[in-house]
């Protein structure tokens, strides 16, 4: 078994550089890296600009080539425009409004007052009196693009702000600044989880098809809000910073051919109108995460995976609350047990036995572990480096990758958390709406949706695949759970009830 890899995985991408990171050990299940400061919204985006990147790279003449033949882990170098002009006029830029609204006599006069003030001025923004007839008319146009940004009440750094993906020309790298305004790669908000949704997409099943879908779907410059980017940016070469892709262990996993099967699902509705279509991705591809993390723990430990019992909540669905609540607990904690158990494994391996009978038992140990997990031992007593190890790693794991399960059902509406009763899964209607666009391409009588989302996501809602997963459940209150689904359905306009006992979900966007 190589170093630092489980059995089955791919190798480290040599690009890779591990030095900085404490203890490598949850990468080793999950990979490097998801977590918990990125959003499903900025999983997505990362998603893209890699997408993007390699779509316009004339040294690839495919997006997806899938997994390299000799079974060594992709390797490539990606490019991201910063759009600096861009993210000055939409989120460092104080006085555009202020002028407008002045009593100014003239354009020329408003114009020149705001070359005056914005930093730049005059030559690096001239080129916008060129584009515009009016201030005014300028003035709207940002204010426009300005109503884009996806999450827009968080306060972050201008360079961390960003448009919803609807063209290539609003996608834009993110970084910190230097202290002399040069790039700080620091990987807090793009953290790599959308390389490894990258990766996924890219070693699916489903790749080739994708392909096509995603250059016309997503990569298209025609739309109205790409061309209003574009035309605030300047012409020529964007400026651009330059990443390494991250790593994802397994060659092969169900939630790969999932995920593209909800993406090509998505991209292939001709109904549904482009500005649309980012948020049922952004949800669905933060469900794939939960799953990949939740499988990938129940996996290592060797047990049957927890499904998701979704509450619909109310006072007639308690039972599904409480079940639904020990299943999220279950997850949380399958991830930390399967974590130990990766320590406990080593400690009982012939590299491990045979270390602690060397001459120099400690020095032995110490460069096993550093080689294994790339972790330094201080002066650990030997019989206490399995403790150690698993106390680091978990309480590494505990600040973030531990918190991506809570932290994304709740983002893209799978769960809700109450003061003093907890935290449990539950959908929003914008979920709801995603898992239908995706998997209902003709009406479905309501009973065979229910059990497809229990076979393609592990979801529980209803009396029938309830009374499966969970044997001893209150039917009742399964029932319940059941009808208020579809309650809800129809008040989105995706069920119809032709008779007592035929209920059908259906797809608007479906031609």
């Not at 003449?61 to 006029?89: C, N, V, W």
């Not at 600044?177 to 908000?189: P, S, W």
């Not at 390389?195 to 879908?213: G, I, T, V, W």
């Not at 120099?360 to 294994?372: D, G, S, T």
């Amino acid at each position: 078994m190589p170093a630092n890899i489980l059995p089955g995985a791919k190798p480290l991408p040599g690009s890779l550089e591990i030095r900085n990171i404490e203890i490598w050990l949850e990468q080793q299940i999950w990979g490097h890296r998801f977590f918990s400061d990125q959003t499903p919204w900025f999983l997505l985006l990362e998603a893209l600009g890699v997408i993007a990147s390699r779509a316009a790279d004339k040294n690839h003449d495919r997006i997806f080539p899938g997994e390299p033949a000799d079974g060594k882990h992709e390797q490539f170098s990606y490019s991201m425009s910063t759009r600096p002009a861009l993210r000055i006029l939409l989120f460092k830029d104080r006085h555009i409004d202020e002028i407008a609204d002045s009593q100014a006599v003239s354009d020329n006069s408003m114009w020149s007052r705001w070359f005056d003030l914005v930093p730049g001025g005059e030559p690096q923004f001239g080129y916008l009196k060129d584009r515009f007839t009016r201030f005014s008319a300028f003035r709207n146009a940002v204010a426009l693009l300005r109503g884009a940004e996806v999450e827009s009440e968080r306060k972050r750094r201008p360079n961390s702000r960003h448009l919803a993906p609807r063209g290539p020309d609003m996608l834009a790298a993110d970084f910190g600044e230097t202290t002399n305004g040069g790039i700080n790669k620091d990987r807090r908000f793009f953290a790599r989880g959308g390389e490894l949704l990258y990766l996924m997409l890219n070693r699916s099943q489903h790749r080739d098809k994708l392909e096509n879908a995603v250059r016309e779907r997503l990569l298209s410059p025609g739309s109205r809000w790409n061309a209003l980017a574009k035309i605030l940016q300047p012409e020529g070469q964007q400026p651009t910073a330059g990443f390494e892709v991250g790593y994802l262990p397994l060659p092969k996993h169900e939630v790969y051919d999932t995920l593209a099967q909800d993406w090509l699902a998505l991209l292939s509705l001709r109904g549904l109108p482009e500005d649309n279509l980012p948020e049922p991705l952004m949800r669905l591809s933060g469900l794939a995460v939960i799953n990949y993390m939740t499988l990938r723990s129940a996996e290592v430990l060797g047990v049957s995976p927890t499904e998701f019992p979704v509450d619909m909540i109310s006072p007639d669905t308690l039972a599904v609350q409480r079940i639904s609540k020990d299943c999220f607990r279950r997850h949380r904690d399958q991830s930390r047990l399967a974590i130990g158990k990766i320590v406990e494994e080593f400690a009982k391996s012939p590299e491990y036995l045979d270390a602690a009978k060397q001459a120099n038992p400690f020095r032995a140990m110490k460069e096993l572990v550093e080689k294994r997990f790339n972790y330094g031992l201080a002066s650990t007593p030997l019989a206490r480096v399995p403790a150690e190890l698993k106390e680091q790693a978990i309480s590494n794991h505990d600040q973030h990758l531990g918190r991506v399960v809570g932290f994304y059902a709740e983002q893209i509406g799978f769960a809700v958390a109450r003061r003093g009763t907890g935290r449990w899964y539950a959908a929003s209607d914008g979920l709801i709406e995603a898992l239908v666009l995706a998997n209902v391409k003709h009406p479905m009588e309501f009973e065979t949706f229910l059990e497809t989302l229990w076979k393609r996501y592990r979801i529980v809602i209803g009396s029938g695949v309830g009374r499966q997963a969970f044997q001893t459940a209150n039917y009742a209150h399964l029932k319940a759970n059941q009808r208020l689904l579809e309650d809800r359905l129809r008040v989105l306009g995706l069920l119809k009830r032709l008779s007592d006992d035929c209920a059908f979900v259906t797809n608007p966007f479906v031609e």
